[in-house]
């Protein structure tokens, strides 16, 4: 799963993050609304935990590929002719 998420260029995460993860923008964006809600403990509603999901899933899968990013890549080493 981290190898898909690591073959879609960073741009494409920023522009679902900003149009699906805080769609839609007014009166406020809904990721906004149900994090209230879930502060205030009324996030109790099926469709409305499944809107949460849906809005933060972008933000969520964004942080993962920066994450990769900022992350030094390793390098395997052969073990061949060592003994």
Do not use: C, N
């Not at 990721?31 to 502060?39: D, S």
């Not at 990769?68 to 060592?82: A, I």
């Amino acid at each position: 799963m981290l190898k898909v998420i690591d073959s879609i260029p960073l741009p494409f995460y920023i522009v679902l993050s900003l149009f699906l993860g805080l769609a839609p923008f007014f009166p406020e964006p809904h990721l906004v609304e149900k994090i209230r809600m879930l502060q205030a403990g009324e996030l109790s509603r099926m469709i409305d935990i499944f809107d949460l999901i849906l809005h933060l899933t972008p933000w969520i899968l964004l942080i993962i590929k920066i994450s990769m990013m900022l992350k030094p890549k390793t390098q395997t080493t052969s073990m061949e002719g060592e003994s």
